[in-house]
């Protein structure tokens, strides 16, 4: 259940990263089930969909206008995103705690972040400290998914 908790602890910060790796693991066929979800994750419409939001939420977090992921709106992206993708990571008859555990990962990861990203921007500035997390959560994602693949 490592992978799924993982990917919540991403979704908290980028909530769109972890379903766009999730998808590509789909493609892929990587992922440790190869049930509904992933047919659903893995169509071509799921991928370039995923990664184009991904990629937009990874650009639009650095300008001013940005809105705190903690918002309503942004906490209820992460509850999804984080069940989706810790039920994609999980083995096939644990899905359901996997969602679990990525959504509530995602909802405590969201605040941690938060705080340190606020941080963060006062010593370095929005730019910086949005790159550093973005690469931050991009390696936690995949090494999430890496997890998830030799569980296989």
Request: charged share 20%; proline share 5%; no cysteine.
């Amino acid at each position: 259940m490592v992978p799924s908790i993982l990917m919540g602890v991403a979704a908290g910060a980028r909530s769109l990263t972890p379903l766009a790796v999730s998808a590509w693991l789909a493609r892929r066929g990587e992922l440790p089930n190869r049930g509904r979800l992933a047919r659903l994750l893995g169509g071509d419409a799921a991928v370039a969909g995923a990664t184009l939001l991904a990629v937009g939420e990874i650009l639009g977090d650095k300008m001013r206008t940005a809105p705190d992921r903690i918002v309503l709106p942004g906490m209820a992206a992460r509850l999804a995103t984080g069940a989706v993708a810790g039920a994609a990571l999980a083995p096939r008859r644990t899905q359901d705690l996997g969602a679990i555990l990525g959504a509530v990962t995602a909802l405590a990861s969201a605040h941690i972040t938060f705080r340190a990203r606020m941080r963060a921007m006062r010593e370095v500035g929005q730019r910086p400290s949005g790159a550093a997390e973005d690469a931050l959560v991009l390696a936690l994602a995949l090494g999430a998914a890496a997890l998830a693949r030799r569980r296989r």
